[in-house]
């Protein structure tokens, strides 16, 4: 398996424009996750989707941000109109139920590395 | 959610055996620990799991006292690319309802 896949793995905007970050979830994987990392922040949960429903969407900062999940193998981070503060590494990560050495290990994908000027 | 406490930063050397340990006081009965690591420009990596006692792996071992308020990560004989940041997760499972918060981590420094 080829792992999470994300897209793209780096973007560099201007302040105001649409930026779309995509993910591929491993194949069977029943959840999806979008963290976004930064110095400041660390890791925070923005949004997951089970079996491609949102469950939880308490962590979306606001509503510049919005996630789609229109299939089992896809998903999308959108921001819009983006601003510098939303700097950051988006990282999507994806889980099965239960695996063999416990249950919702999540895998993560290499992440995307948003700069907005 | 119960809330960790992990120290900042730990340095080590090659070959030696390192332990983290993370407090966490308020736990559920319900709610597992995980370990996660994160190398620099890459995602964070499942380690390990456990509920309760000793869990180990082919990359580290897990224990858990009795009262299950702390964990101990231990890593064998530790090498230059273990340096990574360490983090303790404690929670529920999603299925369960529950949701896995990422603390600050402890930034492991491994020197030759």
């Known amino acids: 398996d080829a792992g999470v896949i994300q897209s793209p793995r780096h973007e560099v905007t201007e302040m105001g424009q649409e930026v779309t970050l995509r993910c591929k979830p491993i194949s069977g994987h029943d959840y999806l996750f979008w963290y976004r990392q930064t110095m400041m922040r660390g890791l925070e949960l923005l949004i997951y989707f089970n079996n491609n429903v949102p469950i939880d969407d308490s962590g979306m900062p606001e509503d510049r941000f919005s996630a789609k999940m229109p299939n089992a193998s896809f998903s999308t981070l959108k921001i819009q109109p983006s601003e510098p503060r939303d700097s950051a590494v988006y990282f999507c990560a994806s889980s099965p139920v239960s695996t063999e050495s416990g249950a919702n290990v999540l895998t993560f994908g290499a992440g995307s590395r948003l700069t907005v000027l | 959610l119960a809330k960790t406490t992990q120290p900042i930063s730990m340095d080590s050397y090659e070959g030696q055996e390192v332990n983290i340990t993370c407090s966490h006081n308020n736990i559920a009965t319900n709610d597992y620990i995980t370990w996660y690591q994160q190398f620099p420009s890459q995602g964070p990596r499942f380690i390990i799991q456990?509920?309760?006692t000793k869990v180990t792996n082919e990359v580290a071992s897990l224990f858990i006292p009795a009262d299950r308020k702390s964990s101990t990560l231990s890593l064998p004989r530790v090498s230059l690319s273990d340096t990574a940041v360490y983090y303790c997760l404690v929670g529920v499972f999603y299925n369960q309802g529950g949701k896995l918060i990422f603390g600050q981590g402890t930034e492991l420094s491994v020197k030759p």
């Open positions: 456990g509920y309760k």
